[in-house]
């Protein structure tokens, strides 16, 4: 059973460290500082967190002297060939007092090629079960006294480390939100400018496109993708000539052929504004069809982004309702009709179908 960690901070310092760098993780919780208190306390000449990123150990913060060992911040090395591999996989114990004592480490090429005389790691793993990388802690010598309660004290000081990294995680994706969520005002405003009924539009589509979502059951990342790309959708307008975005009458084929750019233009605009770049897949396929019929690169069925299955549903129920330059609005009825005629040819029949519940309830 692993320590509390004020068990841990608590607990009668061995002689291998002193205390001064557990206060410093308990006053100042960072994977630095972590990481440099399990050095301390175990007497080890490195210690070190590293994260697993496609087959590769990444040794994301290093402290001790990390050069002996041939290792340094930032560099990654190959999985298979790391002691974390084996010790995950069940061919080596977490704890190592005795590296080359030991004939399944021994004759391992990191045991010569680091100098590696003892070696203890556990799995960094975040609260939802995800492992993202490894606490470790080497020395070139042998450490005979290495025992169950310092694998106690990894273990919770890995803890430690993954609160502190979905801290960071969860900042930036806060960052990231706000980044997005101002340069979508900006480029909004400027649709409403250069055209009302888009801008107006827009608010609608996304304000319907959400509920649909959320009645869907979609978890907060996707509700707020769909979020995105509901408001963003028609932002390709901007670039449109008024002759052909408000004319009154039918459009030209040639006309359609602008207009039916603004998907590719609204992908441009956002793969060019920073934060946006995310949506540019989802706005771009806004008007594919369910059936492969739709524009600009005729995707079909699963192919299109969820978020833009959603609020293509979501666009066109809007624009059935609203008055347009060519026509005035048609009844609720009539939308409801259209949306349930089409669905599974122009519309993914899974939204059209949560459109429809959700306006049977209001």
């Given at each position: 059973?692993?320590?509390?960690?004020?068990?841990?901070?608590?607990?009668?310092?061995?002689?291998?460290?002193?205390?001064?760098?557990?206060?410093?993780?308990?006053?100042?919780?960072?994977?630095?500082?972590?990481?440099e208190?399990?050095?301390?306390?175990?007497?080890m000449d490195?210690a070190?967190?590293?994260?697993?990123?496609?087959?590769?150990?990444?040794?994301?913060?290093?402290?001790?002297?990390?050069?002996?060992?041939?290792?340094?911040e930032?560099?990654?090395?190959?999985l298979?060939?790391?002691y974390?591999?084996?010790?995950?996989?069940?061919?080596?114990?977490?704890?190592?007092?005795?590296?080359?004592?030991?004939?399944?480490?021994?004759?391992?090429?990191?045991?010569?090629?680091?100098?590696?005389?003892?070696?203890?790691?556990?799995?960094?793993?975040?609260?939802?079960?995800?492992?993202?990388?490894?606490?470790?802690?080497?020395?070139?010598?042998?450490?005979?006294?290495l025992?169950l309660?310092?694998?106690?004290?990894?273990?919770?000081?890995?803890?430690?480390?993954?609160?502190?990294?979905?801290?960071?995680?969860?900042?930036?994706?806060?960052?990231?939100?706000?980044?997005?969520?101002?340069?979508s005002?900006?480029?909004l405003?400027a649709?409403?400018?250069?055209?009302?009924?888009?801008?107006?539009h827009?608010?609608?589509?996304?304000?319907?496109?959400?509920?649909?979502?959320e009645?869907?059951?979609?978890?907060?990342?996707?509700?707020?993708?769909v979020?995105?790309?509901?408001?963003?959708?028609?932002i390709?307008?901007?670039?449109?000539?008024?002759?052909?975005?408000n004319?009154?009458?039918?459009?030209?084929?040639?006309?359609?052929?602008?207009?039916?750019?603004?998907?590719?233009l609204?992908?441009?605009?956002a793969?060019?504004?920073?934060?946006?770049?995310?949506?540019?897949p989802?706005?771009?396929?806004e008007h594919?069809?369910?059936?492969?019929?739709?524009?600009?690169?005729?995707?079909?069925?699963?192919?299109?982004?969820?978020?833009?299955?959603?609020?293509?549903?979501?666009?066109?129920?809007?624009?059935?309702?609203?008055?347009?330059?060519y026509?005035?609005?048609?009844?609720?009825?009539?939308?409801?009709?259209?949306?349930?005629?089409n669905a599974?040819?122009?519309?993914?029949?899974?939204?059209?179908?949560?459109?429809?519940?959700?306006?049977?309830?209001?």
């Open positions: 059973m692993a320590l509390r960690n004020d068990e841990v901070l608590n607990r009668p310092v061995a002689k291998r460290g002193d205390a001064a760098a557990l206060s410093d993780v308990a006053l100042h919780p960072s994977v630095e500082s972590a990481v208190a399990v050095r301390e306390f175990l007497g490195i070190y967190a590293t994260e697993f990123v496609g087959g590769v150990q990444q040794f994301r913060v290093l402290r001790g002297d990390g050069e002996s060992f041939g290792m340094s930032g560099m990654s090395v190959p298979e060939h790391t974390c591999q084996r010790v995950l996989d069940g061919r080596l114990p977490s704890l190592m007092p005795d590296v080359r004592g030991d004939e399944r480490s021994a004759s391992m090429r990191a045991t010569e090629a680091a100098d590696i005389g003892a070696f203890a790691t556990v799995p960094i793993t975040l609260s939802d079960g995800r492992l993202y990388g490894t606490l470790c802690a080497g020395s070139h010598t042998a450490a005979p006294s025992d309660r310092d694998l106690q004290f990894l273990n919770v000081f890995a803890r430690i480390i993954a609160d502190q990294i979905e801290r960071a995680q969860q900042d930036e994706q806060l960052r990231a939100l706000a980044l997005e969520a101002s340069a005002s900006a480029l405003t649709l409403a400018a250069r055209d009302g009924y888009s801008g107006e827009s608010h609608a589509v996304l304000e319907l496109a959400v509920r649909v979502a009645h869907m059951g979609l978890g907060e990342a996707d509700v707020q993708q979020r995105q790309a509901a408001l963003l959708h028609d390709g307008k901007i670039a449109i000539p008024d002759a052909i975005l004319k009154p009458g039918a459009l030209t084929d040639d006309e359609w052929v602008v207009m039916r750019s603004h998907p590719v609204g992908e441009q605009i793969l060019a504004t920073s934060g946006l770049e995310s949506l540019a989802v706005i771009r396929a594919e069809r369910w059936d492969g019929a739709g524009y600009p690169d005729g995707l079909a069925g699963e192919q299109i982004p969820l978020a833009s299955r959603i609020t293509l549903v979501c666009d066109a129920y809007n624009a059935i309702t609203s008055d347009r330059p026509r005035a609005a048609l009844s609720d009825d009539v939308a409801r009709a259209r949306i349930a005629e599974g040819t122009q519309f993914c029949p899974t939204s059209a179908r949560a459109l429809l519940e959700l306006l049977g309830e209001r």
